[in-house]
């Protein structure tokens, strides 16, 4: 299904451009980023683009350490805005104070050690070590990280949902809350058989598709926001001129 992945990371390459302008004026930089990061993962998760950096690596998977890298990062930008645009405090408390700086501390020192115990072999799209049992158990950790964000976020984001709020966000927060839930989903993905292939990769890329339909909205609906607030001003300036 690489006909998925090319559109998913067409859609995040075409976000990050359309946030292009404002980030260099300085708005909306995190969201760029967001957009930027996802697209760098989804790229690398593709044959051609993955063998080519892994060849400059040193062609022994290393690429696939950029990957979980570039997604750990991500999800903690992610989560950090997420939790901003719903006012979740408490969440954002969690992720940038001990608990959840220790469980980002953890998850890399122990993906690292996996990775090295796996035994990387020759480049290979999805990285097969050859120790099968440390193989999955690097798989998994690359996605607790990741989870836990979303586990930080989930109640925030169900609260949000079923509140009185702008339909917008209510709906935003519908989509982010069912991603994550699906990202948590992901970590069966080391235990499915190699013929559940496009199991694991609708969960992967259905995941990204709902969380990009959840910030698209809730940029969206900023804009409103600032749209309609700029526009009494605009219009008392004109009436100032007169």
Not at 18 to 33: E, N, T
Not at 159 to 186: C, F, P, V
Request: net charge positive.
């Amino acid at each position: 299904m690489t006909w998925l992945a090319w559109a998913t990371f067409s859609i995040a390459a075409l976000l990050a451009a359309a946030r292009l302008s404002d980030a260099i004026r300085g708005r909306g930089r995190a969201l760029f980023a967001i957009f930027a990061l996802m697209a760098i993962a989804i790229l690398l998760s593709i044959q051609g683009p993955y063998l080519a950096l892994d060849a400059l690596l040193g062609g022994r998977n290393f690429a696939n350490l950029v990957i979980r890298f570039t997604l750990f990062g991500l999800a903690l930008l992610l989560a950090q805005r997420v939790a901003a645009a719903f006012g979740a405090h408490r969440a954002t408390k969690i992720l940038t104070g001990p608990w959840g700086l220790g469980a980002f501390a953890a998850c890399s020192a122990a993906l690292m050690a996996s990775f090295v115990l796996a035994g990387p072999g020759p480049s290979q799209v999805g990285f097969a070590g050859q120790n099968a049992w440390w193989t999955a158990a690097y798989g998994t950790i690359g996605r607790l990280y990741p989870t836990f964000t979303g586990i930080v976020l989930l109640p925030s984001l169900a609260k949000a949902a079923a509140s009185s709020g702008r339909a917008s966000l209510r709906i935003a927060a519908g989509l982010l809350g069912a991603g994550y839930a699906m990202l948590a989903a992901t970590n069966v993905i080391t235990v499915l058989p190699p013929e559940a292939l496009a199991v694991a990769q609708l969960l992967n890329y259905g995941t990204i598709l709902l969380v990009f339909a959840g910030l698209t909205l809730v940029w969206a609906s900023s804009l409103i926001v600032r749209l309609k607030d700029e526009r009494p001003s605009s219009l008392g300036r004109k009436k100032s001129t007169h």
